[in-house]
């Protein structure tokens, strides 16, 4: 199954997304929010559309988070290319939801920023109400699904603060789309890659993750409550570098899509 939400006649709507005649297709609105499913989005009343292909859609940010919750570090490469040692739990930081960005947005470079980089994720789309699950509590319930996330970084800004909101917290900072999936198993193994003007930058795959999900899952809801349509970006592969005005980023996600957002100077 997978969801977006769009743009139709000025008003936005969740929709079911299927292959029609070879191109994956809106078909469906949902009439309930899939936020509001209990992780049945299949049994939400729907109403049946003409198909309107998905390249052809305005689309929008396919959830509306209470928060962005992120892990700073959890692929062994990634962590060495920046020059640091791998953590003994994950480290976790929030982008703010005014970063939030639809597929296909502008992404603006500060002024203040000499260095903007791009880090492709797989992210998590909470389902259920969250919060101090069992030590042997078994995690799935709680996904709704996942999407692709871009984690954009002023890196110069992130090195200089000594701690990060301000380096992950511009406008347009976090792109997230373009749909949202289930039936992906980041534990056995997900790709998630991301190309600069078509050019191949990162190649990871979730298998490699250091701190596995429902560890991750159950480190932040030892904290926080999560809420249904909260995100979790749970961290990027090595290759992480600048992007400059006019470069086109995309973050692809096995068994999600491609989310493609252009850059551009404020
Ligand atoms: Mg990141």
Known sequence: MKYCRFQLNGEAHYGLVAPVAGRESIFRILLTPPEESDGDIEGLRSRRIDPIPLEEAHL?????????????????????????????E???????????????????????SQ??????????????????????????PYILGYTCLNDVTARDLQIKDGQWTRAKSFDTFCPVG???????????????????????RQLGNTRD??????????HIAQCMTLFPGDLIATGTPEGVGPVVAGDVMEVTVEGVGTLRNPVVDE
């Open 60 to 88: 929008l940010t396919p959830v509306r988070p209470s928060k962005i919750v992120c892990v700073g570090r959890n692929y062994r490469e990634h962590v060495k290319e920046l020059g640091h040692e791998v953590p003994p």
């Open 90 to 112: 994950p480290t976790l930081f929030l982008k703010p939801n005014s970063a939030l960005l639809g597929p296909g947005g502008t992404v603006r470079r500060p002024k203040i």
């Open 115 to 140: 260095r903007v980089d791009y880090e492709g994720e797989l992210c998590v789309v909470v389902g259920k109400t969250c919060y101090h699950l069992a030590e042997d509590e078994d995690v799935h």
């Open 178 to 200: 373009p749909v949202v999936a289930d039936g992906l198993d980041p534990w056995t193994g997900v790709g998630v890659e991301t190309r600069v003007n078509g050019e191949v």
């Open 209 to 218: 993750f250091i701190f596995p999900l429902d560890l991750v899952i159950r």
